[in-house]
């Protein structure tokens, strides 16, 4: 296993929020970090997810929707929640050294101003945990 940190973000679906949230990451930490993301349920990567990224200069087109049970926490030294779904993880998960629950709203069924909208918030969040995964 590659020892550089993991970062895992995790949602209901993976089709929005942490979709987002793992493509900002793995643009600005590069190498430096393993990115992934996953879902509770996983389901497919909303169009207006992939529109919203774009439209910052980030290509979600060939990201894929995994499922949690796929991965090992012992593999990530941080687990983010985007969807308050961290009530509902099993305790190996939001024991890892760095576990937060950002609780973001869902844009589902909304017009692509509330995915930007959304889409800012994670970025700033983002932009914040990187320095303290990467430590």
């Given amino acids: 296993m590659d020892r550089k940190p993991g970062l895992l973000f995790v949602c ?3 089709s929005r929020r942490s979709q987002m949230a793992e493509g ?3 643009h600005w930490a590069g190498d430096r970090l393993r990115v992934y993301s996953a879902g509770l349920n996983p389901s ?3 169009p207006l997810t992939i529109a919203a990224m ?7 087109r060939s990201h ?5 049970a796929d991965f090992d926490p012992a593999d990530f030294r941080a687990v983010i929640s985007l969807c308050g779904c961290g009530v509902h ?6 024991h890892v050294e760095m576990f937060e629950d950002w609780q973001l709203a869902d844009p589902a069924h909304q017009p692509l101003v509330v995915y930007r909208a959304i889409r800012d918030q994670i970025q700033s ?5 990187l320095p303290r995964v990467l430590a």
Avoid: M, Y
């Fill in 44 to 46: 497919s990567i909303d």
């Fill in 64 to 68: 894929t929707c995994d499922r949690l």
């Fill in 89 to 94: 993880l099993p305790d190996p998960w939001t």
């Fill in 12 to 14: 209901q679906h993976n």
């Fill in 125 to 129: 969040r983002v932009q914040q945990i």
């Fill in 24 to 26: 900002f990451a793995k």
């Fill in 54 to 60: 774009a439209e910052v200069g980030i290509d979600l």
